[in-house]
């Protein structure tokens, strides 16, 4: 009979759950606890795939109990964070945000996805230190400024939110994200210009956002412009969905005549 070490079944769950199969990768860690009694590894993977099974309370009590045995393992903590969260636990997320940071020492990554997974709640006055660790840490990462940026501009900062966002488009000029958010942010400050310009800088191919493609439509597209507009209507019914009976022109026009209306 084929025996499995406690690394292939660690191994077995983390391929599942990578691949979104996360009550398979339950079993295969459960059936490796139970082989292996007190393996770190498959219970942490355990945790991690009732937390995505939306166990967040389950998840909790085990990762409670690792965070005990290992009390500096990032992993550990930053799993925490995140179901702690999930269970609706905010203070103690935060505590244990605070003892991640500093196992995460220089790892600009990992205090990154901390700020990331408050974000992610809407909880921009807790996520916004932490993104602006992950950026002071890796000054280089524009990832990092682009999400101090979002964050900065959740919180109604548009100066610091237009500077941080900049900062990721220099570091990274194909970020077509950050490309779209500052778009974004320039159009609704009103500079209409620097939006167009921005906005137009993405290719047509990129994956748009929404909100994107509607000040993009507003700012630059015009009926009288047939190759423009055949581009557009492509590229509105990629993103937005199929384009109702009226016609994809109609909804072009109404959005346009929607956005450019001043604001009052």
Known sequence: MFSRSS??????????????KAQQALEVFEEGARRFPGDEDLLMGTAMARLKLGEAMAALETLQDLRVARPRSGDVLEGVVEAALAAGLPPLALEAAKEAVQAAGTDAHAVYRLGRAFYGRHMYRESFPLYERAAELAPDWGEAWFGLGACEWAMSRPASAEAALRRAVELEPDDW???QFLGCVLCDLGRKTEAKEMLESVPLDAPWQKPALERLVALAWWPTDAARRKEMESLWRRVMGSAPSGGACDVLEEVSRRLEKPST
């Open 7 to 20: 690394e292939e079944y660690a191994d077995s769950g983390r391929s599942l759950l990578q691949s979104g």
């Open 177 to 179: 994200q950050a490309r």
